[in-house]
């Protein structure tokens, strides 16, 4: 059974930083990409950052790109998100999700929320 578990979240203050991870289980996580999304109240699930088997190459939003890094441990079956100068708009729930193949994700976390007070 696949489970991707978020921790990491919580309240912060503009301009302060967070790290959230996801711990998966239940299938070969280095042959995974893995990606991180969120959902702010009364929007759509966006997507934030995601990082590739192999080579690791990441990729992000523009609204984080600069702030936010994204990173895996293999050995460990962890990716983590790692959210600098965080500004109110940041204010979310944040997902991770786990793809086999470009296109589609298989398994999703349940969530950990994210609040920035300004």
């Known amino acids: 059974q696949v489970q991707l578990v978020e921790s990491g979240g919580g309240l912060v203050q503009a301009g302060g930083s967070l790290r959230l991870s996801c711990a998966a289980s239940?299938?070969?996580?280095?042959?995974?990409?893995m990606a991180w999304f969120r959902q702010a109240p009364g929007k759509e699930r966006a997507f934030v950052a995601r990082i590739l088997q192999g080579d690791a190459t990441t990729y992000y939003a523009e609204a984080v790109k600069g702030r936010f890094t994204i990173s895996r441990d293999n050995a460990a079956d962890t990716v983590y998100l790692q959210m600098n100068s965080l500004k109110p708009e940041d204010t979310a729930v944040y997902y991770c999700?786990?793809?086999?193949?470009?296109?589609?994700?298989?398994?999703w976390g349940q969530g950990t929320q994210v609040t920035v007070s300004s």
């Open positions: 239940g299938l070969p996580f280095s042959a995974y990409r």
């Open positions: 999700a786990a793809s086999y193949s470009a296109g589609s994700y298989d398994a």
